[in-house]
């Protein structure tokens, strides 16, 4: 160890080569301990630098900038130049020695992979440079070329401006020299003054007037490139990167040119009057629409009429006439019945007219061999096919005799088909009156001749079964004279035939007679035009759908119409005739059945072709329409309000029979609604629920549950499905194929509605002599009976002054002192009252009795 000393400056030299002086250094070092969380800790090392001032006396030039890698060098003194060397190096690479090995292998290892990464990243940057220095120098060549083509084409627009403007001014200089001579002679003159005037004035002479339009070209200038083209969207503009906004367009600048220009001059759109066609309602934006104005200024004029009015309120056809003639338009009125137009009674020429076959009614009382005579006529079956052998639907049949087309419809005779035999006679020619020789005129004879006459149709009189014992043909004649139906035997004009359907008499001068009638009618139709007809029955088909059985009356009726029946439309699926052939076409007078309507019409509806579906479903509609309205009418007719039928109910005591009533085919619910409705009195009457055709479901088990209804099934059945549900809600349903039976049964079940009658029977009076008090009993009126007897447990009245003061019953009849029955008259007996004992002497006690009669409709 040596311990040297020199001047100011102390040095200690150990063999470790570690230099100790007094002197700090520029730069101190230290290590601090850094905790973390978890416990852990890391040493970090920390530089201390000192500040260096400068001496006074050195110069500012000779101070060199701080430099973190290269540190200013110490000009050391000639004693302690070696000491001051060599030990800073020494001294610094063992402070950083004790750093690299203070830092963990794992931390090496991390700077390590940061090192990498940064050299990957900066590669990745440069190649990314690269690219982008690339695209960008492309981008610059072709927008290089892009402008040398813009500069060519608007070189070559220059180029073509300027033969336009050349060719323009030749036009004009060959116009002027076409003008008039004396036009010639002023303007040299006019040019010779002013050339002189401006000469001797030293200035430049004046150029003639129409030389003036040559000097400036002036739409060569809005015609360059940039602004003719400035507003519209080219390639070149989408595909540069200038940042140039798009401007307005041509067309859009004309216009908003042309509207500030209008509005300048105010100058009014020219008035259109149109003809508004207006419906019985429409709306406020509709009406805007057909007057081709705008809404607002509908509302604004009903606004002005102190009416606050939306565009979507319904205003009627007055109001809207009103409006639509303040705003300077005409109007045509059309009713919402108007689709109907056209659609009935077409009217045709005389030489489109064709002969028909005659429809013929068979009509007459029930039972009297109307169906047996058509079944002989026809040569089938067709009785055997009813129930009960009456005619419960309309039949419609044709038969040929001598080679001439008859055809027959055949209606019921039951007084509860008068709306179906009503509807036949609508739909005929000509009509049979089928009358029994054995039976003469009944209440429905007398009935068919007046459906007859009411239709205006011609009757011939078939007096039938005059193969009977009892037969009298020339009663039936005398009887028939009452009602005015005069046969020729009797001097009339009415033909009669004596016929037997069983025997198969006189059939032959029946069929004569019919064609000898049809003759005389001269019965024609056009069946080159649309067809028309009548629903003469219809029913709902399980397999089919609603099938209705028309008489096409005019025109012919082909598969593949689209036709409208009453309130239902369709397109005819197929036709078939009463053999139950497929027809491909009906001619007039010609029974078929249609399928595929939508739904079921009513029996007598009108069927119509039409030329479309629209038009078809728009008549639908409005019918449909029209029907709901009515019934919505009706029923608010009936019900009332809610107070008034209670009150109803209450003064008259009415009871309803609700029930459900499913048929076959319309025209029998039609007949068993009718029926019941005449069976009602003021004490109790059948209400229809619902009534339709087709099998019985369902949902119709669910509304007699509802309203507490029977179900009524005509020539239908429940399905499965409608049979349980009945059987769980404990529904009857009851069926029924003959009218009759089903009116007898509704008619004991509504007579079990009615309250019974009381009848009341007198029996005797009695006077009261004395009044007695008995213990145990209280009052007992001694009496003498004066009429009749008086019976014990009848009903008795205590009459006082001739007016009754009480009604009860007996509580003793005595004679003596034994209990008897009763007590004849002029006899003595001993009376008490139940529950009264306000009796007095002088008083009359009258004896009835009561019994409850059941009643019957």
């Not at 978890?38 to 001496?55: A, D, L, P, Y």
């Not at 070149?236 to 140039?244: F, H, V």
């Not at 009604?807 to 008897?820: A, C, H, N, P, Y």
């Amino acid at each position: 160890m040596t311990d040297t000393k020199t001047g100011d400056d102390k040095t200690l030299s150990v063999n470790t080569k570690k230099t100790l002086t007094l002197k700090r250094p520029s730069v101190e070092q230290g290590t601090v301990r850094q905790n973390f969380s978890h416990g852990r800790s890391k040493s970090v090392v920390v530089e201390t630098k000192k500040r260096k001032f400068s001496r006074p006396d050195e110069p500012a030039a000779a101070t060199p900038a701080p430099a973190p890698v290269k540190p200013r060098p110490v000009v050391p003194t000639p004693q302690s130049q070696t000491t001051r060397e060599r030990p800073r190096p020494s001294h610094t690479s063992e402070r950083s020695g004790v750093v690299l090995n203070e830092l963990s292998s794992d931390e090496l290892e991390a700077r390590r992979r940061a090192l990498q990464d940064s050299k990957v990243r900066e590669a990745e940057e440069r190649q990314r440079a690269a690219e982008d220095a690339k695209r960008r120098a492309e981008e610059d060549a072709r927008r290089q070329r892009e402008r040398e083509e813009s500069a060519r084409r608007q070189a070559e627009e220059e180029e073509r401006l300027k033969v336009e403007a050349e060719a323009r001014r030749r036009s004009e200089e060959e116009a002027r020299r076409r003008a008039p001579a004396a036009a010639e002679q002023a303007a040299p003159e006019a040019s010779d003054d002013n050339e002189g005037k401006g000469n001797s004035k030293g200035l430049p002479p004046k150029r003639p007037v129409p030389v003036k339009t040559e000097v400036a070209p002036r739409p060569a200038k809005p015609r360059t490139d940039d602004e003719r083209r400035r507003g519209k969207l080219t390639l070149n503009k989408a595909l540069s990167d200038d940042g140039e906004a798009r401007g307005r367009s041509l067309s859009s600048m004309r216009r908003r040119q042309e509207k500030f220009r209008r509005a300048q001059h105010q100058e009014p759109r020219e008035k259109i009057s149109r003809e508004v066609v207006l419906p019985e309602t429409i709306t406020i934006q509709e009406l805007a629409q057909r007057m081709a104005e705008r809404a607002v200024d509908v509302v604004k004029f009903f606004m002005k009429q102190g009416q606050m009015m939306k565009p979507g309120d319904v205003i009627d056809a007055d109001t809207a006439e009103l409006v639509a003639e303040e705003f300077g338009h005409t109007v045509k009125r059309v009713a919402e019945s108007d689709v109907e137009e056209g659609l009935f009674n077409i009217a045709d020429n005389a030489e489109d007219l064709k002969s028909r076959p005659p429809v013929v009614t068979i009509m007459g009382h029930v039972d009297h061999g109307k169906t047996s005579l058509l079944d002989a006529i026809r040569h089938a079956n067709v009785v055997s096919g009813e129930a009960g052998g009456i005619t419960q639907h309309i039949g419609a049949y044709q038969v040929v005799q001598d080679g001439q087309t008859i055809t027959f419809i055949d209606t019921p005779g039951h007084a509860a088909f008068t709306a179906m035999r009503a509807r036949g006679a609508e739909a005929t020619d000509i009509a049979i009156l089928v009358v029994a020789a054995d039976d003469s005129v009944m209440p429905q004879t007398i009935e068919s001749i007046n459906h007859a006459k009411a239709a205006g149709v011609p009757i011939i009189v078939a007096i039938n079964k005059i193969d009977k014992p009892q037969a009298d043909a020339q009663k039936v004649r005398t009887e028939l004279l009452q009602h005015e139906v005069f046969v020729e035997s009797m001097g009339g004009e009415v033909l009669d035939v004596e016929v037997s359907a069983v025997k198969g008499t006189n059939l032959d001068k029946l069929l004569e007679a019919i064609l000898l009638q049809s003759e005389v009618l001269e019965l024609k139709a056009n069946p080159d035009r649309t067809a028309e007809g009548v629903v003469i029955e219809a029913k709902l088909d399980r397999g089919r759908g609603s099938v209705a059985t028309v008489l096409v009356q005019t025109g012919t009726l082909r598969t593949g119409d689209i036709i409208v029946a009453g309130n239902e439309w369709g397109r005819v699926r197929a036709l078939v005739n009463d053999r139950g052939e497929q027809m491909k076409e009906a001619p007039p007078s010609m029974p078929v059945e249609i399928l595929g309507l939508q739904g079921t019409p009513l029996a007598g509806d009108r069927i119509a072709v039409v030329e479309s579906e629209a038009r078809a479903r728009e008549i639908a509609d409005y019918r449909q329409r029209l029907a709901r309205e009515k019934s919505v009418a009706r029923q608010a007719g009936q019900r009332g309000s809610l107070e008034q039928m209670m009150s109803q109910l209450q003064d008259s005591g009415l009871k309803e029979f609700p029930l459900i009533i499913k048929g076959d085919v319309q025209g029998s619910i039609e007949a068993i609604a009718s029926a019941l409705e005449k069976l009602g009195t003021d004490e109790v009457q059948a209400r229809i629920v619902h009534a339709g055709a087709g099998a019985i479901t369902e949902s119709d088990v669910s509304l007699a549950e509802t309203s507490g209804a029977a179900i009524i099934g005509f020539n239908v059945r429940a399905n499965k499905q409608a049979r349980d549900a009945a059987e769980q809600a404990g529904i009857e349903i009851r069926y029924y194929n003959i009218i009759y039976d089903l009116v007898d049964d509704i008619k004991a079940a509504m007579s079990g509605l009615l309250s019974p009658e009381r009848r009341e029977t007198f029996l005797g009076n009695a006077e009261i002599l004395e009044v007695f008090n008995v213990s145990k009993v209280g009052k007992v009126a001694g009496c003498r009976v004066t009429e009749g007897k008086v019976e014990r447990g009848a009903g008795v009245r205590l009459i006082r002054d001739s007016v009754v003061i009480h009604e009860g019953k007996l509580k003793t009849l005595k004679r003596f002192k034994d209990e008897v029955s009763e007590v004849p008259s002029g006899q003595e007996c001993g009376m008490a009252f139940e529950n009264y004992e306000d009796i007095r002497a002088g008083d009359v006690i009258e004896a009835f009795r009561v019994e409850h009669i059941t009643r019957t409709l």
